[in-house]
């Protein structure tokens, strides 16, 4: 988990731009691996950070039921031109 100190910003090693453009692969790795987080800064500033996956939240990929998805696909049923083809339309637009 990423903990904010007192001025705001995670409690993270401090590392500037040029630093981390020069050791990318180091700073994944440490992250990786050993599950510690960069503070990326630029002029100074904190700019951007590499952390661990662990420390990043993820949103479980919503789930439909088969006939949802058919009602969502139903839903599309009558729209646009038949006779439209987009590969023709492109080919036209080449030349």
Do not use: Q
């Amino acid at each position: 988990m990423i903990t904010c100190g007192h001025d705001g910003h995670m409690n993270a090693r401090r590392a500037s731009l040029v630093e981390v453009k020069r050791d990318f692969s180091k700073y994944v790795d440490d992250a990786e691996h050993g599950g510690r987080t960069v503070l990326i800064t630029r002029h100074g500033k904190p700019a951007a950070a590499i952390v661990p996956l662990s420390a990043v939240p993820t949103a479980k990929p919503a789930r439909m039921t088969f006939d949802e998805a058919n009602a969502f696909l139903e839903s599309f049923a009558g729209l646009g031109d038949p006779s439209f083809s987009a590969v023709d339309d492109l080919i036209a637009g080449r030349r």
